[in-house]
């Protein structure tokens, strides 16, 4: 059987002669894998060769081809990007291959999750000689024990509340908050994170505050909208920052409105092209919203942001306006 690891830390012998097999959506935790076979191997050989190639080039004789012994090292790690592309032709030779693997060769092979190969996934995964390594979708409530585990990793400790502050301010982006924990760790090395040192690096980002803004205009609370208006600009966030939020906030809804409701929930936020936790929002924003409605609304952004990039003598005043705008628009029936 196939074995399952959720955070894998391999050494060589865990990877040559076998095959890695890395299933999933998220593609920040697939590339972790992948980078920590190819650090396996090269710190087993440092003369080893990487080859990377995708799964719809893939033949027999491709792989043939890059598992077999360079002039300069014997030792390859060879990476098969979306494997859901594979050919059906070539299936059979790479089962067969996944089988009896090259003893001085480590085959990591990447699926970007979806039904599509899920066929080939399963007849893989009966092979012993496969490492079964998924990486499945974060709920919106362990994005701050995945933020703790980084910093653990990074050898440090944070707080409950302050991993949740943390994810706060910087989103639900995987890769932004690895960095994020690694900033702070490396400030503070092998000191436990609070909340106010969160809040120190993290807490006042114009982005977060910008989309605060927008988040409230769109949900129709237009003195919320306006005291998070004040807060950024008192702040020293700029106006086209601001504008820009509305403008992603805009494109979201239009996405979402315009999308098929029969999809799943993971497949909608991809085609929405937002995360899981802001399609929530979204969906709730939109209750409020026709239409025409939005189409008003992507025309005030537009001519907010055109007035705040040079044809409006005070920022302050458009962007106030274009608050009252929104929630009036989606308040219309």
């Given at each position: 059987m196939a074995e399952t690891r959720s955070a894998p830390a391999p050494r060589a012998a865990d990877v040559l002669g076998r095959v890695t097999l890395v299933t999933g959506k998220e593609e920040f935790l697939n590339e972790r894998t992948?980078?920590?076979?190819?650090?396996?191997?090269?710190?087993?050989d440092d003369m080893s060769e990487l080859t990377e190639t995708t799964a719809s080039d893939l033949t027999l004789a491709t792989l043939g081809e890059m598992s077999a012994p360079s002039l300069?090292?014997?030792?390859?790690?060879?990476?098969v990007r979306s494997l859901e592309q594979l050919p059906e032709e070539s299936v059979d030779g790479l089962l067969e291959y996944a089988a009896a693997p090259v003893d001085d060769v480590a085959l990591v092979l990447v699926h970007g999750g979806g039904p599509k190969g899920s066929g080939t996934l399963t007849k893989l995964r009966k092979l012993s000689s496969v490492v079964?390594?998924?990486?499945?979708?974060?709920?919106?409530s362990e994005y701050p024990a995945f933020v703790s585990a980084e910093v653990r990793l990074l050898g440090a400790k944070i707080?409950?509340?302050?991993?949740?502050?943390?994810v706060q301010s910087v989103g639900q982006d995987l890769r932004s908050l690895a960095a994020a924990a690694h900033q702070l760790t490396n400030d503070f090395p092998g000191q436990t994170l609070t909340v106010d040192r969160v809040k120190q690096y993290f807490g006042g980002r114009a982005e977060a505050k910008s989309f605060a803004v927008a988040d409230a205009a769109f949900s129709g609370h237009p003195r919320q909208a306006l005291e998070e208006l004040r807060w950024a600009i008192d702040g020293g966030t700029a106006a086209v920052l601001v504008?820009?939020?509305f403008a992603a906030g805009a494109r979201g809804l239009a996405r979402y409105q315009g999308a098929p409701r029969a999809m799943r929930e993971a497949d909608l936020a991809r085609e929405v092209g937002v995360p899981p936790w802001k399609l929530r929002s979204i969906r709730d924003q939109s209750r409020g919203w026709s239409p025409e409605g939005l189409a008003a609304a992507i025309r005030a952004v537009a001519q907010a942001d055109a007035d705040v990039k040079g044809a409006a003598s005070d920022a302050a005043y458009t962007l106030e306006r274009l608050v009252l705008t929104i929630t009036r628009l989606r308040d219309a029936r």
């Open positions: 992948v980078s920590a076979v190819r650090a396996a191997v090269r710190a087993h300069f090292s014997s030792t390859r790690c060879v990476v079964d390594v998924r990486s499945g979708e974060l709920k919106a707080d409950q509340e302050a991993a949740t502050t943390l504008t820009s939020a």
